[in-house]
């Protein structure tokens, strides 16, 4: 997962807490409102606050495995090789892709201090809905974020458009590419994101 693709992930949960003072359409309901305000809420306070890196991390990591739809994110990042990898390989890509994209997220956190959000907007999308924001950094330049925010069982984030490129599909074009080179063999898929982790630690 690259570094790109992991500072825009970052950027774009934390564009989720804007979502709280936007004007949030009544279709998306009083419980699309309360996850976002707890959720963004509580990252925004982490990610600005004083306390070491290290807890930081640790305090972040519940928030990612509750607020976004990790297996839902990684099945599409899978693609169609979801549908032809056997019970096992699927069960340990999943579990494999939740290390490496809470790693690539919570690895960026020491980044960021004092972030600022504005909403520009909100608008209805196919499978879910879009909010607009601005993320302000200091000393770098204003970023643009939308958030794809589905209700499956409870509110959960499942994408972020930065730059106009949507980060699960860049990151299903990825694997797609690594399992063409390797024969549509999802082991080998899973063999390098476990290398990926076992380096990070």
């Given at each position: 997962m690259s570094r790109v693709f992991a500072r825009r992930v970052l950027l774009g949960l934390a564009a989720v807490a804007t979502m709280a003072v936007s004007g949030v359409r009544p279709a998306l309901a009083d419980e699309?409102?309360?996850?976002?305000?707890?959720?963004g809420g509580q990252l925004v306070a982490i990610v600005n606050s004083d306390e070491p890196l290290e807890k930081k991390k640790q305090?972040?990591?519940?928030?990612?495995?509750?607020?976004l739809d990790i297996a839902e994110i990684g099945k599409f990042c899978l693609g169609?090789?979801?549908?032809?990898?056997?019970?096992?390989?699927?069960?340990?890509?999943?579990?494999l892709f939740d290390h490496v994209l809470v790693n690539a997220i919570t690895d960026r956190i020491g980044d960021y201090r004092g972030v600022t959000f504005v909403v520009t907007g909100t608008s209805h999308?196919?499978?879910?809905?879009?909010?607009?924001?601005?993320?302000?950094?200091?000393?770098?330049?204003?970023?643009?974020?939308?958030?794809?925010?589905?209700?499956?069982?409870?509110?959960?984030?499942?994408?972020?458009?930065?730059?106009?490129?949507?980060?699960?599909l860049t990151q299903r074009q990825d694997y797609s590419a690594y399992l063409q080179r390797h024969n549509g063999n999802v082991n080998t898929l899973n063999d390098a994101l476990q290398r990926q982790i076992e380096h990070h630690h």
């Open positions: 699309a409102s309360d996850f976002v305000k707890s959720f305090d972040v990591l519940p928030l990612l495995q509750k607020n169609r090789y979801w549908r032809t990898a056997t019970p096992e390989q699927q069960k340990r890509y999943l579990s999308a196919p499978t879910g809905e879009l909010v607009s924001a601005k993320i302000d950094r200091p000393g770098q330049p204003e970023a643009d974020m939308q958030l794809l925010v589905v209700n499956t069982s409870g509110y959960k984030v499942v994408d972020m458009i930065g730059e106009g490129a949507s980060l699960r």
